[in-house]
């Protein structure tokens, strides 16, 4: 065989197994870690949970998969002040195909129910509140990576996210936080 007829082998063996490998993409499942705040928030709020579940859908544009996740992560400030986001996030995947991790990248808008509570007056970290506890809608968006590997046939996600919702403020900034998760895929 000569030369640019091997290479052309090559390269259609790798393209098949590129497909065949990209088509297990699709799946859901659940993710839990731990959330810490971001920006001026970090004045007030500790670190927190997360809990996701999210299901992916692979794209006709191999590596693109479409996500979506809905969340639920709490910051607490202390015992009797914290904050919980409900967030739904239709984002875009982009998958760097390797055995046997495959790392990507995703990041789109989020749609977030944003409820902040205190039950007494109260300074935490230099930070005034009364009671309160109202709720407010607003769209932000989420931007982050994920190295996925397999570990005795269960399909293993780590997970970082950084989230920012600018149209909800509490301690004198927008709603930023961070998210660390481990889960599984199914």
Aim: hydrophobic share 40%; glycine share 12%; aromatic share 12%.
């Amino acid at each position: 065989m000569n030369h640019p007829a091997r290479w052309m082998l090559v390269a259609l063996l790798m393209s098949a197994a590129n497909t065949a490998y990209g088509q297990s993409g699709n799946g859901f499942g659940v993710l839990v870690g731990a959330a810490s705040p971001d920006g001026k928030l970090t004045n007030a709020f500790d670190m927190g949970s997360t809990i996701e579940l999210f299901g992916i859908r692979k794209t006709s544009y191999d590596p693109v998969a479409l996500r979506l996740g809905v969340s639920y992560t709490r910051l607490s400030a202390s015992s009797t002040w914290h904050m919980s986001v409900t967030g739904v996030e239709p984002t875009i995947a982009y998958e760097f195909k390797s055995l046997p991790l495959t790392p990507s990248i995703f990041g789109g808008p989020g749609w977030y129910l944003i409820k902040d509570e205190a039950t007494q007056r109260q300074f935490v970290n230099a930070v005034e509140t009364a009671p309160h506890d109202f709720s407010r809608s607003a769209f932000g968006g989420v931007l982050g990576g994920r190295i996925e590997f397999t570990l005795k046939g269960l399909k293993v996600p780590i997970e970082y996210a950084h989230h920012a919702v600018p149209g909800f403020l509490s301690s004198g900034g927008i709603v930023k936080f961070n998210t660390l998760s481990i889960g599984l895929k199914f």
